[in-house]
């Protein structure tokens, strides 16, 4: 499974941004997709996943800001990020797995894209 990450780029704080992933097609359903993201200095961390299923897992720091959400057929993973704040600037990676797990990474990752907060 390939995907294909894009919608990164440089915004003021307080500012809005919205990330797709289109995963390729595949001969097993993809159940969950999600975004990850990694801050220089720090480790890859989750920052919202949801599955075919509905449901959806935030890391505490986005909830209320950003927004999840899926196009199952298309295999499309959107986050609409809100409210944006200088310590969202990392590099965003979709990710995706045939399970329905919101508790771990999923086995498939896409290319970065970054998001810079800063004014």
């Known amino acids: 499974v390939q995907l294909q990450a894009s919608g990164g780029g440089l915004v003021q704080p307080g500012g809005s941004l919205r990330l797709s992933c289109v995963g390729s097609?595949?001969?097993?359903?993809?159940?969950?997709q999600g975004w990850y993201r990694q801050a220089p200095g720090k480790q890859r961390e989750l920052v919202a996943v949801i599955t075919s299923g509905g449901t959806t897992k935030y890391a505490d720091s986005v909830k209320g800001r950003f927004d999840i959400s899926r196009d199952h057929a298309a295999n499309t993973v959107y986050l609409q990020m809100n409210r944006l704040k200088p310590e969202d600037t990392a590099v965003y990676y979709c990710n995706a797995d045939h399970s329905y797990s919101v508790t771990r990474p999923g086995e498939y990752w896409g290319q970065g894209t970054l998001v810079t907060v800063s004014s």
């Open positions: 097609t595949s001969r097993f359903a993809i159940n969950t």
